[in-house]
């Protein structure tokens, strides 16, 4: 659980910035001479320069869209037959837009999550371009159509990861509520969308049904029905589960077994967080034996005490309770594979897109362009993973080349 940090707001002592720094280059340089001197008056036309402060602004020139006509020639063969040229790929249509501003239109649809009526505006006032919102529609779909087999290999890498973290959410899609599947590593990112939240949904994604590794998620029980695979159960969610209890807690009660459960998972997260930056391969098995034990008397103390499930709160907590003792070990793996990481919030923060996307423009009207987007939203995470800006792997995807992920990357 996320702390006071007891820091003021703002830039901290030793970070880097972002200061705008002048160039040594600039694209223009325009000279201002004093006409008189500011003393006397004297006339400074011949007089001796002695310096120059260098003031520079930084800005866009006019923004005009280029317009290349391609002209197809046609020749008549003295044999009668009509032969014209061959127009360069992707050139299709009396009028077309090209890959950049195609690019420009995912990047504020999908990439900035702007409607398909705001992005039609900003092209429309940015550039001078009229746009429709089918446009928009008709462009996102042919992007997303192009990253069939980017999908197919993100999934099978996450597929054959030793370690990758799940999560969904909800979403709203043609007035309904659906679930946005995430499945992630440091290096790949796979959002999919299904009617379902269950097993259904999580095997229509394709990384589950075939993943032998650690999977890293909440408690949601659906994800239980994997046995072929490894559980680490997230603890940022236990942590907020522990403090719900301890917020329910009777004010004259000088001891919660919730806070000592809490106190012993945050000692072990601890231990092993001092361990991996000391690059150490073992922890001092006495400490964290004494934390475990902590922990395994409160969530003992906790079951007891709420056995008799007499109101809803006490059945919750007795449930927490409950996990707390039987998937210890599945709670406590990445104090035993340094591999593991104790949470599941490089999920959340892959999928949180997904809300935040609805939070700005609202719900997405069909089944297949919430799938459309997720596509392209895996596309663009996973480019980010490896460096790579958005608007740059937008462009490759927009003239037909889109980005995929070295081989050799893990």
């Not at 008709?138 to 999934?155: I, K, W």
């Not at 589960?241 to 997260?269: G, R, S």
């Not at 409950?322 to 990445?334: A, C, G, I, V």
Request: proline share 5%.
């Amino acid at each position: 659980m996320r702390e006071r940090s007891g820091k003021k707001p703002g830039g901290q002592p030793g970070h880097s910035g972002a200061t705008l720094a002048q160039v040594a280059d600039p694209n223009e340089r325009l000279r201002y001479e004093p006409d008189a001197c500011c003393g006397c008056g004297a006339d400074l036309t011949d007089a001796p320069e002695v310096g120059m402060q260098r003031r520079q602004v930084f800005d866009l020139p006019p923004i005009t869209v280029l317009v290349t006509e391609h002209q197809l020639i046609e020749r008549r063969c003295s044999c009668g037959i009509t032969t014209c040229g061959t127009p360069p790929e992707g050139v299709n249509a009396p009028t077309q837009y090209g890959p950049q501003i195609t690019a420009i239109i995912l990047y504020l649809y999908v990439g900035q999550f702007l409607s398909k009526k705001r992005t039609a505006t900003a092209l429309a006032e940015l550039f001078g371009t009229p746009v429709s919102e089918g446009t928009v529609a008709a462009m996102t779909e042919r992007a997303a159509a192009g990253l069939d087999e980017f999908c197919d290999q993100v999934a099978d890498r996450i597929a054959a990861a030793e370690v990758a973290g799940f999560d969904e959410t909800g979403l709203r899609v043609a007035g309904a509520l659906h679930w946005v599947h995430c499945a992630r590593t440091d290096k790949y990112t796979l959002i999919t969308c299904h009617p379902k939240r269950g097993r259904e949904g999580m095997d229509a994604a394709g990384v589950l049904n075939k993943f032998r590794g650690v999977a890293i998620h909440d408690a949601w029980a659906p994800y239980d029905t994997y046995i072929d695979v490894e559980h680490q159960l997230c603890c940022a969610h236990l942590l907020r589960e522990l403090a719900a209890v301890i917020d329910t807690a009777e004010p004259e009660d000088d001891w919660c077994w919730a806070t000592q459960a809490a106190d012993a998972l945050v000692a072990l997260l601890k231990l092993v967080t001092e361990a991996k930056a000391a690059r150490a391969h073992t922890i001092d098995a006495i400490a964290v034996e004494t934390q475990i034990q902590l922990y395994v008397s409160a969530a003992q103390i906790g079951f007891n005490a709420t056995s008799a499930r007499s109101n809803p709160v006490m059945k919750k907590h007795n449930a927490l309770a409950r996990r707390l003792l039987k998937r210890q070990d599945d709670y406590l793996r990445f104090i035993r594979d340094f591999r593991v990481p104790p949470d599941n919030n490089g999920s959340e923060r892959d999928i949180r897109m997904i809300k935040l996307r609805q939070k700005i423009s609202g719900c997405l009207r069909t089944l297949t362009g919430a799938q459309r987007f997720c596509a392209i939203r895996s596309y663009l995470s996973t480019a980010a993973k490896h460096g790579h800006h958005y608007f740059d792997t937008l462009v490759m995807l927009t003239k037909g080349q889109p980005w995929i992920p070295p081989i050799s990357t893990t």
